[in-house]
């Protein structure tokens, strides 16, 4: 169970919502509930609150369609009580890019903010901006305040905030990439920092934006390492060479024989040869308890694998892993399986060659 529901798919993108965002509508309806004991509070109150998210989930669809325009799928987007996330397939390379997919989330609030505005001024209902705030005033001046505090809040130079990789896309149009993460990875620690001083003297919302601002900071810099690490080192010699395959027709117990004799999760599947798809662990273990262990390979397996040739990059296998759900891919090369790949082994050959760098010895791989 993942604890979260299917919303709709909107423009080809899946939206869910997950369970702990309707903790926040029930608490939202419960405080009004008990501010005012009455029921069109409390309505007012939920309304209000899904008004807010669809305004966030319009943000994730900025980035997400932006993305689109650069070849970049987006596998799906959540909604949490702290916000939204659009799952990309993959960060744009090219620097610029990056900056437009980061900039156009917010961008949609400004157009948000801006229409509300317009709305406001021709029916002049508009109060006086100085009195304006997010907690009085009518539920169209609330949205459209709420709107450019999520522009505020998301341009804040620090990642995972989107102004953190606008930051990151403007060092990384004058310097090397994971330098330019470094960097802004470093400003948004000392953001984080500044915030939690500030926290500490009262304001817990604060004090939490600092601790999930240091997180997303420290994270994106050490998958920036790794994709620095990886670069430039063929699947060749990363991959797993000593494997078990097997055939379309056996069936189930013959991979339980496999699984249970050695350490391999996921099998490719070879008919005459050819690569025809690959069993992976968990869709054995369904179809075992859906159909018994004598059903064919044939029906569990994925078809038709992305193909990895092992002259490739490591860095474009692991994006095919990431892509396809599959955690070992077959490789291939003028046809023939030679070896399989997945991260776990990419891991392991990076560790053994950063051991063998630190004894500074010569590296042979
Ligand atoms: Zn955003």
Not at 105 to 114: D, K, L, R, W
Not at 291 to 319: C, F, K, W
Not at 323 to 344: D, N
Request: hydrophobic share 50%.
């Amino acid at each position: 169970m993942k604890w979260q529901w299917n919303l709709g798919k909107f423009a080809g993108i899946d939206v869910y919502i997950h369970a702990t965002f309707l903790l926040l509508v029930a608490w939202v309806g419960y405080s009004h509930w008990l501010e005012n004991q009455s029921w069109s509070e409390v309505f007012s109150g939920i309304l209000f609150i899904l008004a807010l998210f669809a305004c966030v989930i319009l943000h994730e669809y900025g980035h997400a369609l932006t993305a689109r325009k650069y070849g970049i799928k987006t596998r799906d987007i959540t909604i949490y009580p702290i916000g939204g996330v659009a799952r990309l397939e993959r960060m744009p390379e090219k620097p610029i890019e990056e900056l437009w997919v980061a900039l156009m989330g917010p961008a949609v609030n400004v157009v948000i903010a801006a229409g509300l505005f317009t709305y406001l001024t021709l029916t002049s209902s508009l109060v006086p901006l100085s009195e304006l705030t997010i907690a009085s005033g009518s539920f169209v001046e609330r949205l459209m305040m709420v709107n450019v505090s999520l522009v505020l809040f998301n341009l804040i130079p620090a990642f995972p905030m989107d102004g953190g990789r606008v930051l990151r896309a403007l060092l990384a149009m004058r310097m090397d990439y994971v330098k330019a993460t470094q960097i802004a990875a470093s400003i948004g620690q000392g953001v984080a920092l500044l915030f939690g001083l500030i926290g500490l003297f009262g304001n817990a919302t604060l004090l939490f934006i600092a601790f999930f601002i240091w997180i997303g900071a420290s994270q994106e810099s050490s998958a920036t390492q790794m994709k620095n690490a990886i670069s430039g080192i063929p699947v060749g010699r990363t991959m797993l060479t000593d494997y078990k395959s097997l055939s379309p027709r056996d069936p189930l117990s013959q991979m339980a024989q496999l699984i249970l004799a050695g350490s391999q999760h996921d099998f490719p599947v070879l008919d005459n040869d050819r690569v025809v798809g690959v069993v992976t662990r968990d869709d054995f273990l369904t179809a075992l308890t859906q159909h018994g262990q004598n059903v064919a390979i044939s029906a569990v397996m994925r078809s038709n694998p992305p193909a990895v040739d092992s002259y490739e990059m490591v860095e474009s296998a692991l994006m095919r892993i990431q892509e396809s759900g599959i955690p070992a891919l077959p490789v291939t090369h003028s046809g023939q399986l030679v070896g399989i790949v997945t991260a776990e082994n990419i891991t392991e050959y990076l560790m053994i060659r950063s051991a063998l760098q630190a004894s500074k010895m010569v590296v042979p791989i």
